[in-house]
């Protein structure tokens, strides 16, 4: 998928290692930088290149799991019947929002991807929650 120019987006496995995911992503950068390196080209993850076009950045997905339940590898975001989201997932999220500011200081450690952040985007510039929707900071998957 592209949204601007010699961007391109990474899909990566899913892992509960998360020291696993980590060493994925400092090897899918360092293999794109030197095979950019080798035909005379520049790999640059910077989060925003372009004030009118889209930036680069990463998002986690994220799930809950009740270990104490009949079935603790099933995921307890997705709700039951008409519901959208269940009462764990939706306890979640609101964590989330409620501290969501603050978190920008984690997620967004520069001015350069604090600059990233707007409407149209894709990153999600109000406080808010969806589903399946790229525009928000907090996007629920319950499939």
Do not use: Y
């Not at 930036?55 to 994220?62: E, K, Q, S, T």
Request: charged letters at 25%; a negative charge.
């Amino acid at each position: 998928m592209v949204s601007s120019p010699g961007q391109l987006e990474i899909v990566l496995p899913h892992d509960t290692d998360i020291m696993a995911v980590a060493d994925r992503v400092v090897l899918m950068k360092e293999t794109i930088k030197e095979v950019a390196k080798k035909h005379s080209l520049f790999a640059n993850f910077l989060p925003k290149v372009d004030k009118n076009q889209a930036g680069n950045g990463v998002h986690l997905h994220l799930s809950t799991k009740n270990v104490s339940s009949d079935d603790p590898e099933r995921n307890t975001f997705p709700g039951v019947g008409d519901a959208s989201i269940s009462r764990t997932g939706g306890a979640f999220v609101e964590g989330l929002l409620t501290h969501l500011n603050a978190l920008t200081a984690i997620t967004l450690p520069t001015i350069n991807s604090f600059m990233r952040i707007g409407p149209g985007c894709w990153t999600g510039s109000r406080v808010e929650w969806d589903i399946e929707d790229k525009e928000r900071p907090i996007r629920v998957c319950v499939d």
